[in-house]
């Protein structure tokens, strides 16, 4: 069985400075990678994946995150945050084997300082 | 497409009340997952259907939970009686095809449940 572990609960960051959201999996078998975002009120929607190939990947809203298969890590970045990153980032990730199931880590909750 | 559809985005409920949640997956997915999330626990995974058919429900918390998907275009999640640590936002999801362990999925937006 796969599971992550977001070392992170909360990050506070001022408006413009950078942020990693630090992500860490356990896994027998190759993994995908997703991280995902959730504004308040909302659900959850799909920031970006590592399927395979190139480990940096480039999701929507300038974020990327960087597949680490020796440290089985996921760290997702932003050079230069906004205000409207203020939300809550899950990281996830599902097996190979054709088995449909994420799983979710337990949440970093970025907030972003004026 | 209107994305996966969740009713009613809240629900405010007496402890031993019947609650039924209800979702409306992307047309063309064929698989449906609901969540639960709380602050205790995070998101947990209760159950899942593929093509109609429920594939795994061993995150159902107890008897009380029961879900449903008559067809491919809706299902239910059903909480009798309800309690008040059934408190939490339950979410929907759907995915195509296996997606996953490619996609990803796509949420709806949730259903807020009170239990008081």
């Known amino acids: 069985a796969q599971s992550v572990t977001q070392l992170d609960s909360q990050v506070p960051v001022f408006e413009e400075a950078p942020v990693e959201l630090r992500c860490n999996y356990s896994?027998?078998?190759?993994?995908?990678l997703f991280w995902y975002v959730q504004y308040p009120n909302q659900g959850l929607q799909l920031l970006l994946k590592?399927?395979?190939?190139?480990?940096l990947v480039k999701g929507i809203n300038g974020f990327e995150a960087e597949f680490n298969k020796s440290q089985t890590s996921f760290h997702l970045r932003k050079p230069s945050v906004h205000i409207s990153d203020t939300a809550e980032y899950f990281c996830?990730?599902?097996?190979?084997?054709?088995?449909?199931?994420?799983?979710f880590g337990t949440g970093t909750r970025l907030t972003v300082i004026p | 497409d209107a994305g996966v559809i969740q009713s009613p985005r809240h629900e405010v409920t007496e402890m031993g009340q019947e609650v039924t949640l209800r979702c409306k997956p992307i047309?063309?997915?064929?698989?449906l997952f609901w969540y639960r999330q709380t602050m205790m626990r995070g998101l947990e995974l209760l159950i899942y259907?593929?093509?109609?058919?429920?594939?795994?429900d061993s995150g159902m918390p107890e008897d009380r939970f029961s879900a449903k998907m008559p067809n491919a275009s809706f299902s239910t999640l059903k909480i009798q009686p309800s309690e008040p640590r059934d408190s939490a936002v339950y979410f929907c999801?759907?995915?195509?095809?296996?997606?996953?362990?490619?996609?990803?999925?796509?949420f709806g937006s949730g259903t807020r449940l009170t239990v008081v």
């Open positions: 999801a759907s995915s195509f095809r296996g997606g996953a362990s490619i996609y990803g999925y796509t």
């Open positions: 896994s027998s078998v190759s993994v995908y």
């Open positions: 590592y399927l395979s190939g190139s480990t």
């Open positions: 996830a990730v599902s097996d190979r084997t054709g088995a449909n199931n994420l799983f």
């Open positions: 047309s063309g997915h064929d698989y």
């Open positions: 259907f593929n093509n109609n058919v429920p594939i795994d």
